[in-house]
C-alpha cells in the first residue's frame, strides 16, 4: 500500500516534467490506471504488447472525462487531434509494420487523429516528439485510416490505448474514452 501511494505522489508530482520513464507501469498487454484515478491531471501511461516477434509500444497521457461533454465538446469534430493529452501520444514498433496497408519502416512515430460524429481519421506521423497538434504537420503524416466509431457498453473515464492480438503478427489498437471506442489494426512484416 506504501509503494503505491509513493508511486502515485511521485506520478503526480512529476506529470509536467515531460519525462516518459518518470513512471513505470507493469509490463502488460494493457495498463490500468484505476490505482491513480483520483488525479485530476492526465496520467502518463504505456501498454505494451509482443507481437510477431518484436514490442508495440504506446505512450500517451489519459485525460479523465470529469463531467465535461468529451466528442464536439472538449475533442472537437473535424479537427486534428493529439489522441491524448499533452505530448504527442506515440506508437513504437520493433520491425517494419503495415497499418491501412502502408508498410512503415520500424521506429517511433505520433499517432493523431481527426474524430468525427460518423468516422475517424487515425494518423501516422512522423513527428514523434511534438506538444499536442503545435506543431503537427500534415506533410510528415506516413498513413491516414479511416475507422468508425462504435459505442461501449460502459463508459471510460480515461482515456485508454489497448493492443489486442488478433493473430500471429497482427493486433488491434483500441482506442476507448467516454462513450465510445475506436480501433485500427497493425501488422508486423
Excluded at 33 to 45: F, G, L, V
Excluded at 60 to 75: C, D, E, T
Excluded at 140 to 145: A, F, L, S
Amino acid at each position: 500500500m506504501a509503494a503505491t501511494v509513493c508511486s502515485f505522489l511521485f506520478a503526480c508530482s512529476n506529470e509536467g516534467s515531460g519525462k516518459q520513464d518518470d513512471v513505470k507501469q507493469p509490463e502488460s498487454s494493457t495498463t490500468s490506471n484505476a490505482a491513480k484515478d483520483t488525479s485530476k491531471k492526465s496520467i502518463p501511461s504505456e501498454t505494451k504488447k509482443w507481437v510477431g516477434n518484436t514490442d508495440i509500444k504506446i505512450n500517451y497521457h489519459s485525460p479523465a472525462v470529469r463531467g465535461r461533454n468529451i466528442w464536439g465538446g472538449l475533442v472537437a469534430y473535424d479537427v486534428v487531434w493529439v489522441t491524448g493529452a499533452h505530448k504527442a501520444t506515440t506508437i513504437e514498433v520493433g520491425k517494419d509494420f503495415l497499418i491501412g496497408g502502408k508498410r512503415i519502416p520500424a521506429g517511433k512515430y505520433a499517432i493523431f487523429s481527426i474524430p468525427g460524429k460518423e468516422e475517424w481519421t487515425i494518423i501516422i506521423n512522423k513527428n514523434w516528439n511534438q506538444h499536442l497538434v503545435d506543431e503537427y504537420s500534415e506533410s510528415e503524416d506516413i498513413v491516414r485510416v479511416k475507422v468508425k466509431p462504435e459505442p461501449l457498453i460502459k463508459n471510460a473515464e480515461r482515456l485508454k490505448y489497448e493492443i489486442d492480438q488478433t493473430g500471429e503478427r497482427i493486433a488491434d489498437i483500441i482506442i476507448s474514452w467516454e462513450k465510445i471506442q475506436i480501433s485500427f489494426d497493425i501488422e508486423i512484416i
